[in-house]
């Protein structure tokens, strides 16, 4: 079976064992390549299947996504429905332990999520980030009125306008390149004017974040979704004069025992514009160096790069 992983020689196929364990066995037919993918490559982290965004067929013949970030189901975060902040056991696939950037991986039943009529398999490597961008708007408790803006036009930023859509919520965007704000147009987003509400940081960067400060009203709150690695500069004097909050959401989890995950693949189901939007380039496994190098050339247009290992 052939796999993705960060070589010394930077990111290859190489040949892997057959999956074996518990779970299901997914034939995978999408994968889609993250932030955190060329992070952990540009680290030079290696010794584990790359992915963590993705989806297959099961031996059931059925479609499925796969929430890759397994809890414990214990500790009080778990038994909250707050699976995403387990302090207990738990794994990230494609994050430090193999993933689904390969041809078939097994996957316990409880993490698969059968997709929804009107989302193809070769689509629905979307979910995971849907579902980061959907636990957000979740995160961020807007209320009916209330002004909302995305800082941040990557793919979990125009997810996240995406979601606000879903949910009956006015969404404005602010993005660096025409293409993003072309997507983030085709979602009903429009130009930043004035302050807001709520403020969701999809950047990433500090200059994102200062933006996000100025776009705040007094008394404003701010959702990051962003990933940082190190220490985050909040604006201090805008924090403090306007009494802005700042709160992290992370991951997905469950409201009302619904999963984000499934919720984030009824969106998807329900809108295929999203995805024909946000999928700017595919590729097949022998073509993975390309792939990566498409996901880190923003300014050409890429949103999000999918594989399509069968």
């Known amino acids: 079976m052939r796999g993705v992983r960060n070589t010394g020689d930077g990111v290859s196929i190489v040949d892997l064992d057959e999956p074996t ?6 034939t995978v037919m999408s994968a889609s390549i993250c932030g955190t993918d060329t992070a952990l490559v540009e680290m030079g982290s290696t010794g584990y299947t790359l992915g963590h965004e993705f989806a297959g067929i099961g031996e059931d013949g059925r479609a499925y996504a796969v929430e890759p970030n397994y809890w414990c189901g214990a500790c009080p975060e778990c038994v909250a429905g707050d699976t995403q902040r387990c302090v207990g056991e738990h794994v990230n696939l ?19 999520v059968a997709l929804p009529a009107g989302l ?15 636990h957000g708007l979740r995160a961020a408790k807007v209320q009916p009125g209330e002004r909302v803006v995305v800082v941040g036009g990557g793919s979990i ?19 660096r390149y025409p293409h993003q704000r072309a997507a983030g147009e085709q979602f009903g ?9 709520v403020v969701i940081e999809a950047a990433g960067s500090e200059s994102g974040l200062a933006r996000c400060a100025e776009l705040a009203r007094p008394g404003g709150r701010v959702v990051l979704l962003g990933v940082y690695y190190g220490l ?14 700042w709160a992290g959401a992370i991951c997905y989890g469950r409201e009302h025992g619904v999963r984000d995950v499934d919720a984030a693949a009824a969106m998807l ?11 700017t380039h595919r590729f097949g496994l022998d073509e993975v160096a390309g792939a990566f190098r498409a996901a880190s050339e923003r300014r050409s247009g890429a949103i999000k790069v999918a594989i399509h290992p069968n």
């Not at 985050?232 to 909050?245: D, I, N, R, W, Y």
């Open 21 to 26: 364990g518990p779970g299901t066995l997914l």
């Open 94 to 112: 494609g994050v430090f332990h193999d993933g689904g950037l390969c041809e078939r991986v097994r996957v316990p039943e409880q993490y698969l």
């Open 120 to 134: 193809d398999v070769r689509d629905a490597c979307l979910v995971e980030p849907a579902a980061v961008a959907y």
């Open 157 to 175: 930023g125009l997810l996240a306008v995406a979601a606000g859509r879903h949910l009956g919520v006015g969404m404005d965007l602010e993005a």
């Open 189 to 197: 987003a429009g130009a930043p004017s004035g302050q807001y509400d």
């Open 232 to 245: 985050v500069p909040v604006p201090g004097v805008a924090t403090l004069v306007k009494e802005l909050s």
């Open 269 to 279: 189901g329900a809108s295929p514009d999203i995805a024909a939007a946000l999928i």
